[in-house]
């Protein structure tokens, strides 16, 4: 059943993997330039993309595994969605509770409405992957594409904030405590 889904596993695998080291490169060209991030900020709008990736290449190695049974691909996945729910729900008490910037109706719908969805997504799938196969595959699959696609969106919304935007450096900041 899933021999037919193994080049997607791969390239959607692969993918996650990059953009993952990229999100590192990322956060050490903030930490390394005058403008810092704080650490609230790093984990309401940082912190979750490296999970989002890290969740799709877990979910393409766990399906990509020889697995005798779809049993314990589907208890995989299907904690890998309650892992993601629970996971939005803290992003959003991180989202709620920044002081330095605040979220607008988009950073909702990206940071936390689009990433649920596609946990809850991975739940589903992961308890009907036995039941009906090749539905819940497909599901899956979206699933972690949207997460990829979110971690990108994401990834380029924080850059393009920081340049736009440069925090404040370190002394503006004491200056104003």
Known sequence: MLTPWENFYVIVGSSAGALTGLQFVVITLIAGSR????????????????????????????????????????????????????????VTRRAHSQTRYRPVFSDWVWHVTLPLSAYVALLAAGIM???????????????????????????????TFIAVNPLPTYDETTEKQ
Do not use: E
């Open 35 to 90: 403008a810092r991030a704080s650490s609230g900020d790093i984990a309401a709008f940082g912190t979750p993309t490296v999970f989002h990736f890290c969740v799709a290449l877990f979910v393409c190695a766990t399906l990509s595994a020889p697995w005798q049974s779809l049993f314990g691909a589907a208890i995989a996945i299907g904690g890998c969605g309650v892992a993601g729910i629970i996971y939005a729900l803290v």
């Open 129 to 159: 992957l036995r039941q009906i196969p090749a539905p819940s595959l497909f599901v899956i699959g979206a699933a972690i594409l949207l997460l990829v696609y979110i971690g990108i969106h994401n990834a380029w919304d924080t850059v």
